[in-house]
């Protein structure tokens, strides 16, 4: 999300006039759409004006096509322009891709009231409202249509979302109320934006033909043209970017990355996983390969994992990141409901006068929608979870739990993925411009691009020219059955965490064992993952269960996997630098997730699949940079 120096978290929404049942601006005092037929000025000035009922028709497979805005309001265009890309059936991998912003998101009530006056959109519009965000300022995307469409959303200043959002947009539809009534978004950067945002043979189109607009977009060079407006008006303007700049003669020549024809995710965790189901909706040809005999045998492997993230007091860059991939992740996993995503709900307790102080200074500080967190007390919080709770703490309503090694089984079964189990990576070459992987049998893998996600193994696989530093931290889970825990009816986190019961057992955890590097399980750290508990929530398991478990192997109910994490505990995820701080081309890392798997790498394996095929970037610039690996190159070598 893009970062405001200060909050508010939330976004100011909408103030609307309904007139005879069409909305209208109060702040602008314009509507939303024309009187006449909203839909069919649409059709006419956007979708007709920047050709694209030809141009959806030209888009090949595994391609993408992008559709820039200057105002989201309603929805209207996004959704006649979704309903054009349908209609003109794209082939298998195609991706429409639709870049929005708005200062003043509507509501979501706003938003349901206004769709109802199209009820040819009925369909399309009921799944953006099941997708639309919580107001929260920031870059929002959201995966539409079984992938095939996309739209980022930025709700906050225009300047600010396109300065900070990467993207090259084929048509730009200029919409965003009349110049003179909201003369804030038509200043001339925003037209320099538009222009730093278009390639050649980008079109515009825009219902206005005001000569100071008109003047803007032929000064950033733009080739425009007044044409017939719709209905009452009587002029509108469109045009295109030719390919020479019409200011200075200097060559447009910004050209999206070729497609790679095939692309080797190393590593079958949750990230990998992620990352090749991603890759191949896209139209990739996606080989994973990992040294095990399937997916998920490492920390990934668990038969539980709670979705979670701890938001910072402050709302700064790694806030954002934490709360983006929070908001991302809940939205990916919810088409999993009732089978591997169970949305019970997460409970952070204020366990200890620490965390309390935290929490009610992260509550003074922010004004998250409940949507996303609220406080609850301690008879609140023992209603929620179903156990007895001295304290109360920050409730996610849309949080829960996974079961990870299932659902990388389920992202692998793609026929456009295959698999390569039992391939164990001993180097990693570039030959003519692809990257040639060799295995310790001596079988080779050759392809146009690779994408190492091996976790705590990573730097065993990285070229020597490419010294990132990386750390593994041990973690140990505990499995504990009906008889031996009550298990809550959602995941209640603190120093531990509980997840709800599944087939009679509940997985606890996890040990954060910076000096331990022991794959095996111990009775050492099985009591650490019980006493822990037991002082978290006191009651919940008793003395003599935990002296049982003292007394008897604990490798039935135990589990060890690595975290791999980076100094700053943030994770490591676009192309491998050299030590000379070029890149190498075709080379790219996702790794340095720690604990925070399950969040983060929906989205991360989203932006990384957009930076590998040269589509809008989910992540805004702002965030990225908290994330390139080149800030963990090792300058003592």
Not at 410 to 431: E, K, N, Q, T, Y
Not at 549 to 573: E, I, L, M, N
Not at 590 to 615: C, F, N, R, V, W
Request: aromatic share 8%; with cysteine.
């Amino acid at each position: 999300m893009t970062a405001p120096s200060h909050p508010p978290v939330s976004a100011t929404p909408a103030r609307l006039v309904w007139r005879e049942g069409v909305p209208e601006s109060a702040d602008f005092g314009d509507v939303y759409f024309s009187r006449e037929d909203g839909l069919e000025e649409t059709r006419y000035v956007f979708l007709q004006h920047n050709n694209l009922p030809r141009r959806f028709a030209d888009v090949g497979p595994g391609q993408g096509f992008v559709v820039a805005e200057s105002g989201f309001g309603t929805g209207l265009n996004f959704l006649a322009t979704w309903q054009l890309w349908r209609q003109c059936n794209p082939p298998a991998g195609a991706t429409l891709h639709f870049v929005s912003v708005e200062r003043y998101p509507l509501t979501p009530q706003d938003l349901a009231r206004a769709h109802a006056l199209w009820p040819e959109l009925e369909q399309l519009a009921n799944e953006l409202q099941a997708h639309y965000p919580v107001l929260i300022n920031g870059t929002h995307r959201l995966v539409l249509d079984g992938g095939r469409v996309r739209l980022t959303l930025h709700f906050g200043d225009a300047l600010d979302g396109w300065r900070d959002m990467t993207f090259q947009a084929d048509a730009w539809f200029l919409d965003g109320f009349a110049p003179s009534l909201n003369p804030e978004l038509w200043v001339d950067e925003v037209v320099s934006s538009v222009r730093q945002h278009s390639r050649p043979g980008t079109t515009v189109a825009t219902f206005t033909a005001v000569g100071r607009v008109r003047r803007a977009l032929l000064a950033a060079g733009f080739q425009m043209q007044k044409v017939p407006g719709f209905g009452r008006k009587r002029e509108m303007l469109a045009g295109m970017l030719p390919a020479t700049g019409a200011r200075d003669g200097t060559p447009n020549t910004t050209v999206p990355p070729a497609t790679p024809s095939s692309v080797a995710v190393v590593g079958a965790g949750i990230a990998g996983c992620l990352l090749a189901r991603n890759l191949a909706d896209r139209g990739v040809e996606v080989t994973v390969i990992d040294s095990a005999d399937g997916p998920a045998a490492g920390a990934s492997g668990n038969t539980q994992g709670a979705l979670y993230v701890k938001l910072g007091v402050e709302f700064n860059a790694q806030t954002q990141l934490a709360l983006s991939a929070l908001l991302f992740a809940q939205a990916s996993y919810r088409p999993l409901s009732g089978s591997l995503w169970h949305p019970t709900g997460v409970l952070q307790l204020a366990g200890t006068e620490q965390e309390a102080r935290r929490q009610a200074k992260f509550l003074a500080s922010n004004n998250y929608p409940e949507a996303v967190v609220r406080a609850v007390s301690a008879d609140e919080a023992t209603a929620l979870s179903g156990l007895s709770l001295a304290h109360g703490g920050l409730w996610f309503t849309n949080s829960g739990w996974l079961q990870p090694a299932a659902l990388c089984r389920w992202l692998l079964d793609h026929p456009g993925i295959s698999r390569r189990f039992g391939f164990d990576v001993a180097g990693l070459a570039s030959r003519n411009t692809r990257w040639c992987l060799t295995a310790t049998d001596g079988k080779t893998l050759t392809v146009d691009q690779a994408v190492l996600c091996t976790g705590h193994r990573i730097t065993e696989l990285l070229p020597d020219s490419a010294r990132l530093r990386f750390k593994p931290i041990r973690g140990q889970v505990t499995l504990l059955s009906n008889e031996q825990v009550q298990a809550p009816n959602c995941v209640v986190c603190g120093t531990r965490y509980l997840n709800p019961a599944h087939d009679r057992t509940a997985l606890t955890g996890a040990t954060f064992d910076l000096h331990q590097q022991s794959p095996e399980v111990t009775s050492e750290s099985e009591l650490e993952n019980l006493q822990a508990l037991a002082d978290m929530i006191p009651g919940i398991i008793s003395d003599t269960v935990i002296e049982h478990c003292a007394q008897t192997q604990p490798s039935a109910r135990g589990r060890v996997g690595f975290r791999c994490t980076t100094r700053d505990y943030q994770p490591a995820v676009g192309p491998v630098p050299r030590a000379e701080g070029q890149m190498m081309p075709g080379l790219f890392v996702l790794t340095g997730l720690g604990s925070k798997g399950l969040s983060y790498a929906p989205l991360l394996a989203e932006y990384l699949t957009d930076h590998i095929l040269g589509q809008p970037e989910a992540l805004p610039q702002s965030l990225q940079k908290r994330i390139r690996p080149a800030r963990l190159m090792d300058s003592a070598g």
